[in-house]
């Protein structure tokens, strides 16, 4: 199984600010991830999806990059309704066996 | 517009069985791969299953293999997930999810809550 480990935990940054979420792949992926946001008691939000494409309607602050075994997503200048929990998801194996970080809240500063 | 609305949830004992059903709406349903994920209270999201755009194929988390069966019924929109054998592990929101291509997930219900408590 490959295991997905976001980093750090809890980020605090203040509006107008950058911020910088890491994720990283037991193994190499490629390029395979996608990235989530998810706001309380709401269900996730897809942001970027093959490491760096923007979904559709997803602001041009939000960009990801990343490939292998080291991805990052960042958002350029932060906006109050940025402020959710992120997810990282690979989706490079087979037999399907899809696997999610645990996650980064991003919280006001 | 798209859109998954899932139901069944609810309390449950251990070792009970539970069925939760997902109507979709606003988009070919028979033309996408659907997914079950979970979210247990506080924690992070899990994959649990997902069943090919024509119920051929089907594959499951280890966590969950033996106790639930993901299925679909494509002349009624709707996605299944009966659950068996539950455990207290298995509280959690459940989230039914479409994929592009067996790949990422672009549409997402609302989310139903599952309670194993005796």
């Known amino acids: 199984e490959i295991v997905m480990t976001q980093s750090p935990a809890t980020l605090s940054v203040s509006p107008g600010e950058r911020a910088t979420l890491s994720c990283r792949a037991s193994q190499s992926i490629n390029s395979n991830l996608a990235w989530y946001q998810q706001k309380p008691g709401q269900a996730p939000r897809l942001l970027i999806y093959?490491?760096?494409t923007r979904a559709t309607g997803i602001p041009a602050r939000f960009s990801g990059s990343g490939s292998g075994t080291e991805f990052t997503l960042t958002i350029s200048s932060l906006q109050s309704e940025d402020f959710a929990v992120y997810s990282c998801?690979?989706?490079?194996?087979?037999?399907?066996?899809?696997?999610f970080g645990q996650g980064t809240k991003l919280e006001i500063k | 517009q798209e859109q998954l609305v899932e139901s069944g949830g609810g309390v449950v004992q251990p070792g009970r069985s539970l069925g939760l059903s997902c109507a979709a709406s606003g988009f070919t349903f028979s033309n996408y791969g659907m997914h079950w994920v979970r979210q247990a209270p506080g924690k992070g999201l899990e994959w649990v299953a997902v069943?090919?755009?024509?119920?051929?194929?089907?594959y499951y988390a280890d966590s969950v293999k033996g106790r639930f069966t993901i299925s679909r019924d494509n002349s009624k929109n709707t996605l299944y997930l009966q659950m068996n054998s539950l455990r207290a592990e298995d509280t959690a929101v459940y989230y039914c999810?479409?994929?592009?291509?067996?790949?990422?997930?672009?549409?997402w219900g609302q989310g139903i809550l599952v309670t194993v408590s005796s």
């Open positions: 999810t479409r994929d592009i291509s067996s790949s990422w997930f672009d549409c």
């Open positions: 093959g490491s760096s």
């Open positions: 069943i090919w755009h024509d119920g051929r194929n089907k």
């Open positions: 998801q690979q989706y490079n194996n087979w037999p399907p066996m899809y696997t």
